[in-house]
């Protein structure tokens, strides 16, 4: 880092009086008051990593490549577009000459009034310094914005006539001097000035311009706006000879010409962007819709969303796919969920990774490894169905993982599979929460155009590097956050709007008054404390649940054997009907339907025929159909007739007919059974297979133990062991809070006041280091200062070998250690005398 920006002139600095201008970026910030250097550790987190020593550390450290990218990458585009012009102005510049550069010539009203927020944010964030008359871009970020013929600038200015100039020769310096109507002068520098006149002069240069042919003119209509760089021939036609003789095209390399800054300022209208933004744009309205209906579509939705992970979960939970290798599930497994499902695989992929966001569902991490339910699904289903939803729509918010990812590709080419380890993008928790706040800025009811909220977004992040996944993500976040419930038909719900209570709301409204001191960035960090979080969850629970429909505890049975669902049913009543009768149809209402296999499932599970019976008359609104009693009475008659047991395995039955009817029957022939006895049948496959051999035969076998007793055959619940939710891959250095800051700035401040205290000369010191002493020096002075009661710098060095400058005031000396009140962490502690690397007094006064 220049010494310009991170240390003062003088060896030994001292604290600039409000009034002296700042020589430096450290001087600079060193005039500020506590809370401005907090505010530039809030928006600049990654300065405290780990806390600067003193404020010259802390210039240095903003001042670094890194640290100013990530900086001009969170600033607004107005912002951005006031650090462009500042990296083409003179250093220093004016505020004057400031704003005439970005309202041009006639004064754009809008950027009057917008410059000094921007110019503010700049200040805070510690990319500008100076006052409003020596205004100075950090090297770092000129160096960054700054014109070169590799990396044009984003105005599209081109470099200045003395820059252009810089390698030419006197005599051709003097040609284009003349030729343009200059006095010849006696050095290049004062030519070289005379022509930069010319061209900032509004009269002389429209006076030049007016004889210049049409064609010259089409040429600097063409560069104007950027970028500022032509091509040329060796023999250049006439209307390019008449520009490159006046200087209005100057050439930097064989066959390449450039259009001076000043020239292209003159015929920009002394704009250094085509189109300033000083404003943001505004989300324009697509419809509105009444909030109740608003509200009421946005419940049927959460309804939904509940139901679909819970089908999900219900489905593996016996156990779910297989993880791949390399992590994830595989295409093959997410199409066979999509169907399980009735969805389409990209909404698949988003519920199982809302899902795992949740921590509903992780891998088993045994050796055949695969994705299972974890234990606090069983705690998620058992709250109220608000509550739920809150769950599900509070892990979405602040997920990093991205499910509109999946089925895309990586930066190796290599496929991105739902719950895989490259679906994380830091700043997806950022781009949710701006887009749920952009739609709570509008009226309750006001579905935006994505077009308008694409534009808005794109003002407040213009970075290139990661518009197009930034611009991807809100189109995700409208559509996810439909799909949850959060937004019906396009507009915010109110329980949307109170899920975001939490949040760190920035004013996004198109007339907002800008406040006095400009707004943190948002960032994947900004999110509101978990208590904050589970406190607006709540809240947006309560608003939800006079929404949903009341669970049912009855069906209506129908005559053609199926049971009508006109709501949500009463979780028991759900799941004994989901063993008894398969799922035909889903939507506003549910219709099962009854079948042998199912019946026979439900009796596979330990009732009995009298138990179904009286579970559909206690349930049903309707008198229990004929057609469903007899279905159940015929199925549960030949039900458990043929016993199976392991042998390998046999059938037993006390019916002989009916063994043999099994041995005649063809489809028999695979399963090789033989008589054992009058009433058993012996088979060399396993039970299981017999089993499902006996019942695509159309009979109705029963499983028996060992023992001779029925099987009662019911879903094994397959859970992982405890697993916490995926953390959320933060955008950077996590947000500090505001103790953390203070601790900070009170820690750089008393560093800073060691460095920079004035002090005696000590005789080894010099060029502002540490003095060196000898361990008897040292003892003497500590022990005089200890007499005296005076305060004394040294320097210290650690048991990690860290070296730092504390002031103390020495209390005791004994034991070879020195117990002193430290102004540096502003406390009493006790250093070892053989630390000490030197020691001087401080100068009086």
């Given at each position: 880092?220049?010494?310009?920006?991170?240390?003062?002139?003088?060896?030994?600095?001292?604290?600039?009086?409000?009034?002296?201008?700042?020589?430096?970026?450290?001087?600079?910030?060193?005039?500020?008051?506590?809370?401005?250097?907090?505010?530039?550790?809030?928006?600049?987190?990654?300065?405290?990593?780990?806390?600067?020593?003193?404020?010259?550390?802390?210039?240095?450290?903003?001042?670094?490549?890194?640290?100013?990218?990530?900086?001009?990458?969170?600033?607004?585009?107005?912002?951005?577009?006031?650090?462009?012009?500042?990296?083409?102005?003179?250093?220093?510049?004016?505020?004057?000459?400031?704003?005439?550069?970005?309202a041009g010539d006639d004064g754009d009203t809008a950027v009057v009034e917008a410059l000094?927020?921007?110019?503010?944010?700049?200040?805070?964030?510690?990319?500008?310094?100076?006052?409003?008359?020596?205004?100075?871009?950090?090297?770092?970020?000129?160096?960054?914005?700054?014109?070169?013929?590799?990396?044009?600038?984003?105005?599209?200015?081109?470099?200045?006539?003395?820059?252009?100039?810089?390698?030419?020769?006197?005599?051709?310096?003097?040609?284009?001097?003349?030729?343009?109507?200059?006095?010849?002068?006696?050095?290049?520098?004062?030519?070289?000035?005379?022509?930069?006149?010319?061209?900032?002069?509004?009269?002389?240069?429209?006076?030049?311009?007016?004889?210049?042919?049409?064609?010259?003119?089409?040429?600097?209509?063409?560069?104007?706006?950027?970028?500022?760089?032509?091509?040329?021939?060796?023999?250049?036609?006439?209307?390019?000879?008449?520009?490159?003789?006046?200087?209005?095209?100057?050439?930097?390399?064989?066959?390449?010409?450039?259009?001076?800054?000043?020239?292209?300022?003159?015929?920009?209208?002394?704009?250094?962007?085509?189109?300033p933004e000083p404003t943001p744009p505004p989300v324009e309205a697509a419809r509105e819709?009444?909030?109740?209906?608003?509200?009421?579509?946005?419940?049927?939705?959460?309804?939904?969303?509940?139901?679909?992970?819970?089908?999900?979960?219900?489905?593996?939970?016996?156990?779910?796919?297989?993880?791949?290798?390399?992590?994830?599930?595989?295409?093959?497994?997410?199409?066979?969920?999509?169907?399980?499902?009735?969805?389409?695989?990209?909404?698949?992929?988003?519920?199982?990774?809302?899902?795992?966001?949740?921590?509903?569902?992780?891998?088993?991490?045994?050796?055949?490894?695969?994705?299972?339910?974890?234990?606090?699904?069983?705690?998620?289903?058992?709250?109220?169905?608000?509550?739920?939803?809150?769950?599900?729509?509070?892990?979405?918010?602040?997920?990093?993982?991205?499910?509109?990812?999946?089925?895309?590709?990586?930066?190796?080419?290599?496929?991105?599979?739902?719950?895989?380890?490259?679906?994380?993008?830091?700043?997806?928790?950022?781009?949710?929460?701006?887009?749920?706040?952009?739609?709570?800025?509008?009226?309750?009811?006001?579905?935006?155009?994505?077009?308008?909220?694409?534009?808005?977004?794109?003002?407040?992040?213009?970075?290139?590097?990661?518009?197009?996944?930034?611009?991807?993500?809100?189109?995700?976040?409208?559509?996810?956050?439909?799909?949850?419930?959060?937004?019906?038909?396009?507009?915010?719900?109110?329980?949307?709007?109170?899920?975001?209570?939490?949040?760190?709301?920035?004013?996004?409204?198109?007339?907002?008054?800008?406040?006095?001191?400009?707004?943190?960035?948002?960032?994947?960090?900004?999110?509101?404390?978990?208590?904050?979080?589970?406190?607006?969850?709540?809240?947006?629970?309560?608003?939800?649940?006079?929404?949903?429909?009341?669970?049912?505890?009855?069906?209506?049975?129908?005559?053609?054997?199926?049971?009508?669902?006109?709501?949500?049913?009463?979780?028991?009543?759900?799941?004994?009907?989901?063993?008894?009768?398969?799922?035909?149809?889903?939507?506003?209402?549910?219709?099962?339907?009854?079948?042998?296999?199912?019946?026979?499932?439900?009796?596979?599970?330990?009732?009995?025929?009298?138990?179904?019976?009286?579970?559909?008359?206690?349930?049903?609104?309707?008198?229990?159909?004929?057609?469903?009693?007899?279905?159940?009475?015929?199925?549960?008659?030949?039900?458990?007739?043929?016993?199976?047991?392991?042998?390998?395995?046999?059938?037993?039955?006390?019916?002989?007919?009916?063994?043999?009817?099994?041995?005649a029957d063809k489809r028999a022939q695979g399963l090789r059974l033989r008589r054992l006895?009058?009433?058993?049948?012996?088979?060399?496959?396993?039970?299981?297979?017999?089993?499902?051999?006996?019942?695509?035969?159309?009979?109705?076998?029963?499983?028996?133990?060992?023992?001779?007793?029925?099987?009662?055959?019911?879903?094994?619940?397959?859970?992982?062991?405890?697993?916490?939710?995926?953390?959320?891959?933060?955008?950077?250095?996590?947000?500090?809070?505001?103790?953390?800051?203070?601790?900070?700035?009170?820690?750089?401040?008393?560093?800073?006041?060691?460095?920079?205290?004035?002090?005696?000369?000590?005789?080894?010191?010099?060029?502002?280091?540490?003095?060196?002493?000898?361990?008897?020096?040292?003892?003497?002075?500590?022990?005089?200062?200890?007499?005296?009661?005076?305060?004394?710098?040294?320097?210290?060095?650690?048991?990690?070998?860290?070296?730092?400058?504390?002031?103390?005031?020495?209390?005791?000396?004994?034991?070879?250690?020195?117990?002193?009140?430290?102004?540096?962490?502003?406390?009493?502690?006790?250093?070892?005398?053989?630390?000490?690397?030197?020691?001087?007094?401080?100068?009086?006064?």
């Amino acid at each position: 880092m220049s010494t310009d920006e991170s240390q003062p002139t003088d060896s030994a600095p001292t604290t600039p009086r409000p009034a002296d201008p700042p020589r430096s970026l450290a001087e600079a910030l060193r005039s500020r008051e506590d809370a401005d250097l907090a505010a530039l550790l809030h928006a600049r987190p990654d300065l405290l990593n780990p806390v600067p020593t003193d404020l010259t550390q802390l210039a240095t450290r903003a001042g670094t490549r890194a640290s100013a990218v990530r900086a001009l990458e969170r600033l607004d585009r107005f912002a951005q577009q006031v650090a462009e012009t500042l990296a083409v102005a003179p250093d220093p510049t004016t505020y004057d000459e400031l704003l005439t550069l970005l309202a041009g010539d006639d004064g754009d009203t809008a950027v009057v009034e917008a410059l000094p927020q921007a110019l503010a944010t700049l200040h805070e964030q510690a990319l500008v310094w100076g006052q409003d008359d020596r205004l100075r871009l950090v090297r770092t970020v000129r160096e960054l914005l700054a014109p070169t013929p590799q990396h044009p600038s984003p105005t599209g200015l081109g470099p200045t006539v003395a820059e252009a100039t810089a390698g030419m020769s006197p005599t051709r310096v003097q040609d284009i001097v003349a030729a343009a109507g200059l006095p010849t002068t006696h050095d290049p520098v004062s030519a070289v000035e005379s022509l930069t006149a010319l061209f900032k002069d509004r009269t002389r240069m429209s006076a030049l311009l007016d004889e210049a042919p049409a064609e010259s003119v089409e040429v600097l209509s063409r560069l104007v706006w950027g970028p500022p760089y032509g091509q040329v021939t060796a023999d250049p036609a006439r209307h390019l000879r008449w520009l490159l003789d006046r200087g209005l095209l100057l050439p930097t390399s064989p066959g390449t010409v450039v259009l001076p800054r000043e020239a292209a300022l003159h015929l920009r209208a002394g704009r250094s962007h085509r189109t300033p933004e000083p404003t943001p744009p505004p989300v324009e309205a697509a419809r509105e819709t009444r909030p109740q209906v608003v509200d009421a579509t946005a419940a049927g939705q959460a309804y939904t969303a509940l139901a679909t992970v819970e089908e999900l979960l219900k489905d593996w939970d016996e156990g779910g796919p297989a993880v791949l290798r390399a992590g994830g599930l595989s295409v093959r497994d997410l199409k066979r969920t999509a169907v399980a499902l009735d969805t389409a695989e990209p909404l698949a992929a988003f519920w199982v990774e809302l899902a795992y966001a949740a921590g509903l569902l992780a891998s088993d991490g045994q050796a055949d490894e695969r994705y299972a339910a974890t234990p606090a699904y069983d705690e998620w289903q058992e709250l109220p169905a608000p509550e739920r939803w809150a769950a599900l729509a509070t892990a979405w918010l602040a997920a990093t993982r991205t499910a509109g990812l999946v089925g895309g590709r990586d930066g190796k080419d290599r496929t991105l599979s739902a719950l895989g380890p490259h679906l994380d993008r830091s700043v997806a928790p950022e781009v949710r929460r701006r887009v749920l706040d952009l739609l709570a800025a509008l009226p309750e009811g006001t579905a935006p155009t994505p077009e308008s909220l694409l534009a808005r977004l794109r003002w407040h992040r213009p970075s290139p590097a990661s518009l197009d996944l930034r611009a991807r993500i809100a189109q995700w976040t409208l559509n996810e956050a439909e799909l949850l419930g959060i937004t019906g038909r396009g507009a915010l719900s109110t329980h949307g709007r109170a899920l975001l209570s939490a949040a760190p709301e920035a004013d996004t409204s198109p007339d907002a008054e800008p406040s006095p001191k400009p707004k943190q960035p948002p960032t994947a960090a900004s999110t509101p404390a978990p208590g904050e979080q589970s406190v607006a969850a709540a809240r947006a629970a309560r608003l939800l649940a006079p929404l949903l429909p009341e669970p049912l505890d009855h069906v209506l049975l129908q005559a053609d054997l199926t049971a009508v669902a006109p709501g949500p049913l009463e979780r028991p009543l759900a799941d004994a009907l989901a063993v008894l009768a398969d799922v035909e149809s889903k939507g506003g209402a549910t219709v099962y339907r009854f079948t042998p296999g199912s019946v026979r499932r439900a009796l596979d599970a330990g009732q009995s025929a009298s138990d179904l019976h009286a579970f559909l008359a206690a349930h049903s609104r309707t008198p229990v159909p004929q057609p469903l009693a007899y279905l159940i009475d015929d199925v549960a008659r030949k039900h458990g007739h043929l016993r199976i047991g392991a042998a390998s395995a046999y059938v037993r039955c006390d019916d002989e007919a009916l063994l043999n009817e099994i041995l005649a029957d063809k489809r028999a022939q695979g399963l090789r059974l033989r008589r054992l006895a009058p009433t058993v049948l012996a088979a060399q496959a396993d039970p299981g297979t017999l089993l499902d051999g006996l019942r695509s035969m159309g009979f109705a076998p029963a499983a028996e133990s060992a023992e001779g007793d029925v099987l009662i055959t019911r879903a094994h619940a397959h859970r992982t062991p405890p697993r916490s939710a995926p953390e959320p891959v933060p955008d950077g250095p996590p947000l500090p809070d505001a103790t953390l800051i203070g601790a900070a700035v009170r820690a750089i401040r008393a560093g800073d006041l060691a460095s920079t205290a004035p002090r005696k000369e000590a005789p080894e010191a010099s060029d502002g280091r540490l003095p060196r002493t000898t361990a008897a020096e040292t003892l003497a002075t500590m022990q005089a200062a200890v007499l005296t009661g005076e305060a004394v710098w040294i320097g210290y060095v650690n048991a990690e070998g860290s070296a730092s400058q504390r002031v103390i005031a020495p209390v005791r000396v004994e034991g070879g250690f020195v117990t002193a009140y430290d102004h540096t962490a502003d406390e009493v502690r006790t250093y070892p005398l053989h630390r000490i690397t030197g020691v001087a007094e401080l100068a009086d006064g």
